[in-house]
């Protein structure tokens, strides 16, 4: 018998390799679960059409000859069958990675022997006491047969996640359940509660699962969506993003790396498809026909109906909504109709996020740079100085810097850095992979109690700051964004990258004309500064930002000040460069030769953690600034008359 689908509604740009498969070894559930929709009776005649192992076997081969590195194994309840150590072993044997779904009620010493296998296995925790526990599996004896697999693992040294799955008849013992499972292991995590409904139609068993989800509201306030990496998420899919926009599932195929296997070998494109039509038969078939011509003739065989796409498809909240045409048809079995309780929860979702962003993020910008700052304690009206203020805008540019703030005990003793390039207190620094790695320490000599650890990507672009205290973020008024010393430490490379660098110096608009007077400590710069600020527009009278932009050389106000606090966010083109003296006259000379002028630029340009490249790029922007912009020397007294002569420049 043959399996029938058109090769001419094949999606040509289906990837070649598959790398994650999925793969149900029964759906009979021992514990006979309220909420568990793939339950089949135990005595089903379907038992008998569960693949054997030697199919298993043969698929597991068969994918993996095509490039499947990774397996999920789950059901039901895998334990069931009585060969599942000899499945599990080959599958893991035979795999990178591995992740088993268990309700780990049947987890005997010899199981629990081969879990001690390196891999991910999750097993899910219904209630924190019997009473509640076997009440929900409606089976007497689970909770401790559960507490009893738990004992066996730990015995066995096997390491595993305990999976919290609420639903109204446990959710007064949430607390005590995610108490539970910080005793049981060390990792632990929120399971999804949506719960589709009946994969078979059993009203009974759909109106038994509707009774069991929690209202929307609890569902986003018990597993609080992670708000930065949900956007880098769509950012990544919005890239690749590409299919036919009237299809169902042209989205779905089009970014496949993985596959489904049900228990009878029937193989689709995610599990949650349970329509048969969405299914290919691998005992009629093989498992390259399935993956490069079934599964991509899928994309392009149902239409999005006119109605779905003007309501779903149109709707504000899309990208908040969890809804996909696999769920549509196990609720309402049609791929084309929208769900009423993913529209609640949708909007919760979204007013979650609204008030995140109130809370949690703020944008500052500088040198045409925005910095995003994320943080998962509230960021308030006094946690960052008075001098962010004229900084802080709305709304992110074109150019963005996102930095996360996380409040966490840092200890260093047992954690793989990568390979030391700086060592120097207070700050130690390390390239791991394409990372680098800043751990900012206390103490001097204190190598393993950080109070920051700092991990950049290659460019810089993005930051997540691991923070050893929440005090000083508590107390407010910091004096810089990332919380270390000085903002510098990451934008004078940030800079780097974009034809900029920090300068010693003061800085001013002049009649629409950017000036900026060069020295260090004691030059005079402030006393410039107090000059200037009658008559101009006073950038900073400490350090400055030169930058690049479209072929002209910009200053930029920055927040990092010395005496004078009121400063300018704004900028304007460089005009000249002064370097200051000290005089009893007020004078302006013209420097023509450029080594001399490299010579005093040099020492007043801000240096982070240097590297080749740094260096490299710096240096040539810092000729070409020498190339083309007017130095002079400017000799000055105390009067202020020197403005008189600035004018006239």
Same mark, same amino acid.
């Given at each position: 018998?043959?399996?029938?689908?058109?090769?001419?509604?094949?999606?040509?740009?289906?990837?070649?390799?598959?790398?994650?498969?999925?793969?149900?070894?029964?759906?009979?559930?021992?514990?006979?679960?309220?909420?568990?929709?793939?339950?089949?009776?135990?005595?089903?005649?379907?038992?008998?059409? !569960?693949?054997?192992?030697?199919?298993?076997?043969?698929?597991?081969?068969?994918?993996?000859?095509? &490039?499947?590195?990774?397996?999920?194994?789950?059901?039901?309840?895998?334990?069931?069958?009585?060969?599942?150590?000899?499945?599990?072993?080959?599958?893991?044997?035979?795999?990178?990675?591995?992740?088993?779904?268990?309700?780990?009620?049947?987890?005997?010493?010899?199981?629990?022997?081969?879990?001690?296998?390196?891999?991910?296995?999750?097993?899910?925790?219904?209630?924190?006491?019997?009473?509640?526990?076997?009440?929900?599996?409606?089976?007497?004896?689970?909770?401790?047969?559960?507490?009893?697999?738990?004992?066996?693992?730990?015995?066995?040294?096997?390491?595993?996640?305990?999976?919290?799955?609420?639903?109204?008849?446990?959710?007064?013992?949430?607390?005590?359940?995610?108490?539970?499972?910080?005793?049981?292991?060390?990792?632990?995590?929120?399971?999804?509660?949506?719960?589709?409904?009946?994969?078979?139609?059993?009203?009974?068993?759909?109106?038994?699962?509707?009774?069991?989800?929690?209202?929307?509201?609890?569902?986003?306030?018990?597993?609080?969506?992670?708000?930065?990496?949900?956007? @880098?998420?769509?950012?990544?899919?919005?890239?690749?993003?590409?299919?036919?926009?009237?299809?169902?599932?042209?989205?779905?195929?089009?970014?496949?790396?993985?596959?489904?296997?049900?228990?009878?070998?029937?193989?689709?494109?995610?599990?949650?498809?349970?329509?048969?039509?969405?299914?290919?038969?691998?005992?009629?078939?093989?498992?390259?026909?399935?993956?490069?011509?079934?599964? #991509?003739?899928? $994309?392009?065989?149902?239409?999005?109906?006119?109605?779905?796409?003007?309501?779903?498809?149109?709707?504000?909240?899309?990208?908040?909504?969890?809804?996909?045409?696999?769920?549509?048809?196990?609720?309402?079995?049609?791929?084309?109709?929208? =769900?009423?309780?993913?529209?609640?929860?949708?909007?919760?979702?979204?007013?979650?996020?609204?008030?995140?962003?109130?809370?949690?993020?703020?944008?500052?910008?500088?040198?045409?740079?925005?910095?995003?700052?994320?943080?998962?304690?509230?960021?308030?009206?006094?946690?960052?100085?008075?001098?962010?203020?004229?900084?802080?805008?709305?709304?992110?540019?074109?150019?963005?810097?996102?930095?996360?703030?996380?409040?966490?005990?840092?200890?260093?003793?047992?954690?793989?850095?990568?390979?030391?390039?700086?060592?120097?207190?207070?700050?130690?620094?390390? =390239?791991?992979?394409?990372?680098?790695?800043?751990?900012?320490?206390?103490?001097?000599?204190?190598?393993?109690? #950080?109070?920051?650890?700092?991990?950049?990507?290659?460019?810089?672009?993005?930051?997540?700051?691991?923070?050893?205290?929440?005090?000083?973020?508590?107390?407010?008024?910091?004096?810089?964004?990332?919380?270390?010393?000085?903002?510098?430490?990451?934008?004078?490379?940030?800079?780097?990258?974009?034809?900029?660098?920090?300068?010693?110096?003061?800085?001013?608009?002049?009649?629409?004309?950017?000036?900026?007077?060069? &020295?260090?400590?004691?030059?005079?710069?402030?006393?410039?500064?107090?000059?200037?600020?009658?008559?101009?527009?006073?950038?900073?009278?400490?350090?400055?930002?030169?930058?690049?932009?479209? $072929?002209?050389?910009?200053?930029?106000?920055?927040?990092?000040?010395?005496? =004078?606090?009121?400063?300018?966010?704004?900028?304007?083109?460089?005009?000249?460069?002064?370097?200051?003296?000290?005089?009893?006259?007020?004078?302006?000379?013209?420097?023509?030769?450029?080594?001399?002028?490299?010579?005093?630029?040099? #020492?007043?340009?801000?240096?982070?953690?240097?590297?080749?490249?740094?260096?490299?790029?710096?240096?040539?922007?810092? !000729?070409?600034?020498?190339?083309?912009? #007017?130095?002079?020397?400017?000799?000055?007294?105390?009067?202020?008359?020197?403005? @008189?002569?600035?004018?006239?420049?």
């Amino acid at each position: 018998m043959q399996i029938k689908y058109s090769f001419s509604q094949k999606l040509t740009y289906f990837p070649q390799f598959p790398y994650e498969g999925s793969i149900d070894l029964t759906y009979r559930c021992n514990n006979n679960c309220r909420h568990c929709w793939l339950r089949i009776p135990v005595d089903s005649l379907k038992q008998g059409e !569960e693949l054997s192992v030697t199919e298993i076997i043969k698929i597991v081969d068969e994918a993996r000859s095509m &490039g499947c590195r990774k397996w999920t194994i789950s059901g039901g309840e895998p334990m069931l069958r009585p060969d599942f150590c000899e499945i599990f072993d080959y599958l893991a044997t035979h795999s990178i990675l591995y992740s088993l779904n268990t309700n780990g009620t049947l987890i005997t010493p010899e199981i629990a022997k081969i879990l001690r296998r390196k891999g991910e296995k999750i097993i899910s925790l219904y209630g924190a006491t019997s009473k509640v526990y076997d009440h929900i599996t409606r089976k007497p004896g689970s909770f401790e047969a559960l507490m009893r697999g738990f004992r066996y693992l730990k015995e066995a040294g096997a390491n595993f996640i305990v999976q919290v799955v609420p639903m109204k008849d446990n959710y007064h013992q949430f607390n005590e359940m995610v108490n539970l499972s910080r005793s049981l292991s060390k990792y632990y995590r929120i399971g999804a509660s949506l719960f589709c409904l009946s994969a078979y139609g059993d009203s009974r068993v759909s109106q038994e699962i509707k009774r069991q989800r929690l209202p929307p509201a609890v569902l986003i306030n018990l597993d609080k969506p992670d708000i930065c990496y949900e956007e @880098e998420m769509q950012k990544e899919n919005s890239d690749v993003r590409c299919g036919n926009d009237n299809y169902n599932f042209s989205h779905c195929i089009k970014g496949a790396r993985g596959f489904h296997v049900d228990a009878y070998g029937k193989m689709s494109f995610c599990g949650s498809i349970k329509d048969p039509r969405f299914r290919y038969d691998l005992r009629k078939g093989n498992f390259r026909d399935g993956w490069e011509n079934f599964i #991509p003739s899928l $994309g392009l065989k149902y239409k999005i109906v006119e109605g779905h796409r003007n309501s779903c498809y149109s709707c504000s909240l899309r990208q908040d909504c969890q809804i996909c045409p696999a769920f549509a048809y196990l609720e309402r079995r049609s791929f084309n109709k929208k =769900i009423g309780y993913l529209c609640a929860v949708a909007k919760e979702k979204n007013r979650f996020k609204e008030n995140w962003w109130r809370m949690h993020r703020r944008y500052y910008k500088i040198a045409d740079i925005t910095i995003q700052v994320d943080s998962e304690l509230p960021i308030n009206k006094d946690t960052f100085s008075y001098k962010f203020k004229q900084f802080e805008v709305s709304k992110p540019g074109e150019d963005v810097i996102k930095i996360r703030h996380y409040f966490i005990p840092l200890d260093l003793k047992y954690t793989d850095l990568g390979r030391e390039v700086y060592h120097k207190y207070p700050w130690n620094i390390y =390239i791991k992979d394409t990372s680098w790695v800043y751990a900012s320490v206390a103490n001097a000599g204190d190598d393993e109690k #950080p109070s920051q650890l700092a991990i950049f990507n290659q460019d810089y672009s993005h930051a997540r700051i691991l923070n050893n205290s929440k005090k000083v973020f508590l107390k407010g008024s910091l004096n810089s964004l990332t919380l270390f010393q000085s903002d510098q430490i990451l934008l004078a490379q940030v800079l780097a990258e974009r034809q900029g660098f920090y300068l010693h110096s003061c800085g001013a608009i002049l009649k629409g004309k950017g000036l900026l007077f060069v &020295g260090h400590s004691g030059s005079g710069k402030s006393t410039m500064a107090y000059f200037l600020k009658k008559k101009s527009e006073l950038l900073c009278d400490d350090r400055m930002i030169v930058r690049k932009r479209e $072929g002209i050389f910009r200053i930029y106000g920055t927040w990092s000040h010395g005496d =004078i606090s009121n400063v300018s966010a704004n900028s304007a083109p460089l005009k000249a460069i002064l370097f200051l003296n000290k005089s009893e006259k007020n004078y302006i000379n013209t420097l023509q030769d450029k080594n001399i002028i490299a010579r005093k630029l040099l #020492p007043c340009l801000i240096r982070p953690f240097v590297t080749i490249d740094w260096w490299s790029k710096s240096l040539a922007l810092l !000729e070409s600034v020498i190339a083309t912009i #007017p130095c002079y020397e400017l000799y000055f007294n105390k009067n202020g008359n020197i403005v @008189e002569l600035l004018e006239e420049l």
